[in-house]
């Protein structure tokens, strides 16, 4: 079994709660606009982390980071990137690319908007995050953790920030 922490759109903006919340984690998933190499060092300094690069992403992080991720995790197919859309409206490319090779869990960010769902016709579940940082139109901040175990993804919590 695999705890893990999700999180995206930080831009730069360090949390310590992010350390609390993600303390007991085996993995820190990070969906994009990091905002700085620094925040990526310290969230691995919690627990391994995979990141995607962001559209506000440059230097170091695009050097580091993809702007795609497709991994396994327990038994669990995952496919994460920055933009990828929402669950009624999928970026063209991310949307034949979940047709054709279907990860069962999406992980993305860049809307600000907390999204998890099981979009109708696909067979995934979608989960975007929100934002971690203070960036943005959000009202309210947010991270995602879960547990995998197996083919069985559960326990999936949503974290407020305020």
């Given at each position: 079994?695999?705890?893990?922490?999700?999180?995206?759109?930080?831009?730069?903006?360090?949390?310590?709660?992010?350390?609390?919340?993600?303390?007991?984690?085996?993995?820190?998933?990070?969906?994009?606009?990091?905002?700085?190499?620094?925040?990526?060092?310290?969230?691995?300094?919690?627990?391994?982390?995979?990141?995607?690069?962001?559209?506000?992403?440059?230097?170091?992080?695009?050097?580091?980071?993809?702007?795609?991720?497709?991994?396994?995790?327990?038994?669990?197919?995952?496919?994460?990137?920055?933009?990828?859309?929402?669950?009624?409206?999928?970026?063209?490319?991310?949307?034949?690319?979940?047709?054709?090779?279907?990860?069962?869990?999406?992980?993305?960010g860049h809307s600000h908007i907390l999204c998890i769902a099981r979009p109708k016709g696909y067979s995934h579940l979608h989960i975007n995050p929100g934002?971690?940082?203070?960036?943005?139109?959000?009202?309210?901040?947010?991270?995602?953790?879960?547990?995998?175990?197996?083919?069985?993804?559960?326990?999936?919590?949503?974290?407020?920030?305020?």
């Amino acid at each position: 079994m695999k705890r893990i922490g999700i999180l995206s759109d930080t831009h730069a903006y360090w949390d310590d709660r992010y350390a609390h919340y993600f303390a007991a984690c085996d993995e820190i998933w990070h969906a994009g606009d990091i905002g700085s190499y620094e925040l990526a060092e310290r969230l691995s300094q919690i627990a391994p982390l995979r990141a995607v690069c962001g559209n506000i992403d440059g230097g170091t992080i695009r050097l580091v980071y993809p702007p795609l991720l497709r991994f396994r995790c327990e038994d669990v197919e995952v496919m994460m990137t920055h933009i990828g859309g929402k669950p009624e409206r999928y970026e063209p490319t991310i949307a034949r690319m979940l047709r054709l090779s279907p990860p069962n869990l999406f992980v993305c960010g860049h809307s600000h908007i907390l999204c998890i769902a099981r979009p109708k016709g696909y067979s995934h579940l979608h989960i975007n995050p929100g934002a971690a940082g203070i960036s943005g139109f959000q009202r309210q901040r947010t991270l995602v953790r879960l547990q995998i175990d197996g083919s069985t993804i559960s326990n999936v919590e949503v974290v407020e920030l305020g």
